[in-house]
């Protein structure tokens, strides 16, 4: 099985930044992708940014302030977050799109969330 971790989330002031990391572990062969998401208190949860065929696509609110990374050698994923706004208050997860069993299955596993939060 797979494991997803997240973790590096805090409470930081408008302007600030916070620094996510993913953490996948388990049986893996191989990671695809290690994409971010988002969900704010009373909507639904939301792409921070994708990364699909090799292409990265981030959500309109965050680009220019928010970049993605991998440290393929560590299973590691890292979101960096700049100038972050009240509205970016969310708990994020981490989505592993991974090949797992010695490389005979592909499959999404999720993380439990660290919780954003960003006061004005």
């Known amino acids: 099985q797979v494991q997803v971790v997240e973790s590096g989330g805090g409470s930081v002031q408008s302007g600030g930044s916070l620094r996510l990391s993913c953490a996948a572990s388990?049986?893996?062969?191989?990671?695809?992708?290690m994409d971010w998401y988002r969900k704010a208190p009373g909507k639904e949860r939301e792409p921070v940014v994708v990364t699909l065929n090799g292409r990265t696509t981030y959500a309109d609110s965050v680009k220019g302030r928010f970049t993605i990374s991998r440290d393929n050698a560590k299973n590691m994923g890292y979101l960096q977050m700049n100038n972050l706004k009240v509205e970016d208050t969310a708990v994020y997860y981490c989505?592993?799109?991974?090949?797992?069993?010695?490389?005979?299955?592909?499959?999404?596993?999720w993380g439990q969330g660290t919780q954003v939060t960003v006061s004005s």
């Open positions: 989505h592993a799109d991974v090949w797992h069993a010695s490389g005979t299955e592909r499959s999404g596993f």
């Open positions: 388990g049986s893996i062969f191989s990671i695809n992708s």
